[in-house]
């Protein structure tokens, strides 16, 4: 209870990537822990935790923004607790103190599995509390975790990344590598089996590193396949996969296997090797496609997505047209097309030949037009088909329609029977295809 006898209540508010997610997951264990419930407004909250991201500094804006909204909130309940986690707050630390005085702690990305104790401290105290490691040699076992979703799961596999690419600050704010024991990580399946859970995802910045930083351990392969092994999950997904480590044992498990689902997202970023090479990519766009040629070979009907920046530094209209071409060829399910904008603290911003504002978006533009047409045009074929989906619930714009996924993650729709339930695994006939959606009717 607070201080006026009521429920105590937590508010999060999360940005960014699925890793952040789960470390919010996470966060909001603890505090159940300690007796509070989720509010659904910061204006009903005891304590509000924001999980910030700075991979963009317009993300970093926005956050700073949404600071700001709950200076108000603390001014009109001074004993509110205010603290801002994860990225953002690893890369800036007390700096965040100085420009908003309001925040009561700041908890860095090594430093998640603290909260309990860090609210204990606050309110004990009512001082600041900076909490902030450089580094963690491994996650704190047994963190209690809230699930938002309750057929789908995050399960980390390991943390930090040492790829340096220089467009990229996550390897400055989320350490090293470190790879969890293949044990922990099955046993935290098992449990997500038994409660229910039908799909997870296996986390990491690169997990195709999974196990590299140390000797003798079990590598990804080994992990994919220990962990189909568990019953009662039914899928198995994983993101993201970094190219230059992807290789046959992986490629070959997937095969095998049960539940790993037949759905490859490997961020290409750019199809020119004097763009790769500048962005540390460890590739050549060769490569990739003889990777891509190997996937198509050992898993017929996989899906192939893929990231792309476009306008980095020094990218001239013929490095561009690589990328238009590789795609063309290539032709992926789907890609997640972005602007390259500066992100300082890494190489990349402040590299000579900057590209205009204009010119990048005319490149977005039509990088988008030909990933589409692609998208429908691969969509279309699987009209007439029947496919495994995956119930997620029902259609956020029509109640009276059901929505799931494909084991190649596509968002499937179709009228609702009143027999299927979320969790199910139903078969449907895709009758129409959209660029980014599937409709059709059960099987």
């Known amino acids: 209870m ?14 960014g990537c699925q890793m952040n997610e789960n470390d919010t997951e996470r966060l909001a264990g603890q505090l159940r822990a300690l007796g509070y419930e989720e509010a659904d407004r910061p204006a009903d909250a005891d304590v ?31 004993n509110l607790i205010i603290g801002v986690a994860g990225c953002m707050a690893q890369k800036d630390r007390d700096k965040l103190f100085k420009r908003a005085p309001h925040i009561d702690f700041v908890l860095g990305t090594h430093n998640i599995h603290q909260l309990g104790g860090i609210i204990a401290e606050i309110g004990q105290a009512r001082g600041r509390v900076l909490a902030v490691w450089d580094q963690a040699e491994r996650l704190a076992p047994g963190v209690p975790t809230i699930r938002k979703n309750k057929i789908a799961a ?10 340096f690419c220089t467009y990229c600050i996550v390897p400055y704010v989320r350490g090293r590598e470190r790879s969890r024991p293949l044990e922990e990580v099955v046993g935290e399946a098992a449990e997500l089996a038994a409660q229910g859970f039908r799909e997870i995802t296996l986390l990491g910045q690169n997990v195709n590193s999974y196990g590299k930083d140390e000797a003798g351990h079990a590598d990804f392969a080994d992990l994919l396949a220990a962990v189909d092994g568990v019953e009662g999950i039914a899928r198995i997904r994983y993101m993201t996969s970094h190219p230059r480590d992807m290789n046959a044992k992986v490629i070959d498990t997937i095969r095998r296997s049960r539940h790993v689902c037949e759905h490859f997202h490997l961020p290409i970023q750019a199809g020119s090797d004097a763009v790769l090479q500048a962005m540390n990519r460890g590739y050549t766009a ?7 040629a190997e996937i198509r070979a050992a898993v017929p009907g996989a899906s192939l997505t893929t990231d792309i920046i476009v306008g980095f530094p020094g990218e001239t209209d013929e490095m561009f047209a690589d990328t238009l071409a590789l795609v063309e060829e290539v032709r992926f399910d789907a890609a997640y097309t972005f602007l ?3 992100r300082s603290g890494t190489p ?46 029902e259609s956020k714009n029509d109640a009276n329609k059901m929505m799931g996924r494909t084991r190649a993650n596509k968002i499937v729709i179709w009228d609702r029977t009143g027999n299927e339930q979320t969790g199910d695994l139903v078969t449907v006939t895709i009758e129409t295809a959209q660029t980014w959606v599937l409709k059709g009717k059960l099987a």
């Open 348 to 393: 990349a911003a402040t590299m000579a030949g900057q590209i205009p504002l204009a010119v990048k978006k005319e490149r977005l533009k039509r990088l988008m037009d030909l990933q589409n047409d692609i998208s429908l045009d691969i969509n279309r074929g699987l009209v007439g088909t029947e496919t495994e989906v995956l119930v997620e619930g």
């Open 286 to 292: 060769a490569a990739y496609r003889e990777l891509v």
């Open 154 to 163: 995050w399960l980390p596999i390991m943390y930090g990344c040492n790829n």
């Open 2 to 15: 607070n201080d006026n006898g009521k429920q105590k209540k937590y508010h999060t508010i999360t940005y």
């Open 48 to 78: 509000i935790l924001i999980n910030t991201c700075c991979v963009r500094e317009s993300a970093e804006k926005k956050i700073h923004g949404k600071i700001g909204e709950l200076k108000r909130l603390k001014a009109g309940n001074p």
């Open 340 to 342: 390259y904008s500066q």
